[in-house]
């Protein structure tokens, strides 16, 4: 088991910038890849980016490529995401999630482990 406790959202006006962190318990994380979801409401939880388990290897939805960067202390069992440059549309819940392989492409439906969320507003 994998419990995941996320923290750092927050209210931040727009061009703001925000760091989520991810704080895993029980087993070691490092054989999981590590995913950051968003969830705005009336609208599906989608994906936002991310890592496999060594750090090396990234990935980032469209709509965050270039203000978001996903980051990993295996050691510290941590996981972070650096928002930059912050817009209302990336108002959301924004969750935590792990999934037991390598890789950082595992689909939605793939994730085992999700945290509680923390909500994240960017508004003026």
């Known amino acids: 088991q994998v419990q995941l406790v996320e923290s750092g959202g927050g209210l931040v006006q727009p061009g703001g910038s925000l760091r989520l962190s991810c704080a895993a318990s029980?087993?070691?994380?490092?054989?999981?890849?590590m995913g950051w979801f968003r969830q705005a409401p009336g609208k599906e939880r989608e994906f936002v980016t991310a890592?496999?388990?060594?750090?090396?290897?990234?990935v980032y939805a469209d709509s965050v490529k270039g203000r978001g960067t996903i980051s990993r202390d295996n050691a510290k069992r941590a996981v972070y995401l650096q928002m930059n440059s912050l817009k209302p549309e990336d108002t959301a819940v924004y969750y935590c999630a792990a999934v037991e392989t390598y890789s950082p492409y595992a689909p939605r439906k793939d994730y085992t482990y999700w945290g509680q969320g923390t909500q994240v507003t960017v508004s003026s």
């Open positions: 890592i496999n388990w060594s750090g090396g290897n990234t």
């Open positions: 029980g087993r070691t994380i490092r054989g999981y890849a």
